[in-house]
């Protein structure tokens, strides 16, 4: 069985997507306690550190639970924020440095890849800094690494638009070389086939079969919002003078995804970790008078039913929107597994 360690694991997509794909996660390591009891009670195989990846006793808790099996892939997804174009520190944010503070494990642990994700802007010339310090540390350890790519989730099987940065290190330019050619496509998916068969819900209703599946309540203005927006992928455009929110009066272009509604046939946007509010993005049903709820956002992130989330609803949303979609990352496995096949390993 191949192995895998996941750094900055959240909730698990990526162990998700990686056992999916028949791969075995040994360890794991993220510092956030709910979104680590949630990959604990869904992962349980995996052995789990709680803890800042900054911390020397961090890193050697990740090594001595690898306890000397080979591992195959590190992934490192470190936080997206100092890189996200919506960060007021841009540039001055010292969780930049992250990315790079989690080479340690690499160093230690000796995978024969290393695999990173993270939002588009790591590839922009403002963070080259960051990327050029990242190739130097891999390539005294003996790695070679590719320029960062940006990705597209939706062209791996993820009913949702989400344009990812994407790199890989590994032991020879022929291990790069194949999982770049490796046939990763997959079948386009749409919000209709992930969420259509869920049962209809009003504002402030909640699933009796599932407790994920629990709209949000609603304000009567915000209905009242909503009944105007035309179904399938309507825009706040459509509101009369006397619905317009005070602080959109005159501005039809900024955050125009406000209050927007999905379109059945086509994929979300970019579910963010406010995508159950309807103030925060495009994330109103495609037909029904409220926000998406938490099942919906979960299957539009490609996670099973079955996959458990701890905490309170907001602390839900957020490890929901901040995860990587499972379906990305199993559709990656052909394309790792190609690398492994070439070597060295
Ligand atoms: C983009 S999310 C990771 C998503 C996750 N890989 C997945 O597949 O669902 C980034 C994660 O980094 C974690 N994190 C942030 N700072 C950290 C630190 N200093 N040490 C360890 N984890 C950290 C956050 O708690 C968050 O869960």
Known sequence: ????VDLFCGSGGVTQGLRAGGWRVVVACDND?????????NHKATNFVEGDIQSGDTVDAIVQSVDGNKIHLVVICAPCQPFSSQNRYRGNDKREQLIIRALAVVARVKPALVFFENVPGLASPAYRNIVTEVHLELKELGYFVSEPIVRDAADFGVPQRRRRCIMLAAKSPAALAAFADADVSCDPKTVYSAIADLPKLQSGQVSEEDHLHRARKHQPIAIERLRHIPHNGGSRSSLPAHLELSCHKGKATSFSDVYGRMAWQRVAPTLTTGCTDLTRGRFAHPEQDRAITMREAARLQTFPD????MGQPGQISRQIGNAVPPAMIQAFVPAFEAALSVGPI
């Open 306 to 309: 079955r996959y458990q989330f």
């Open 1 to 4: 069985m191949l192995n895998a």
């Open 33 to 41: 306690p709910v979104a680590s009891s949630t990959y604990r009670i």
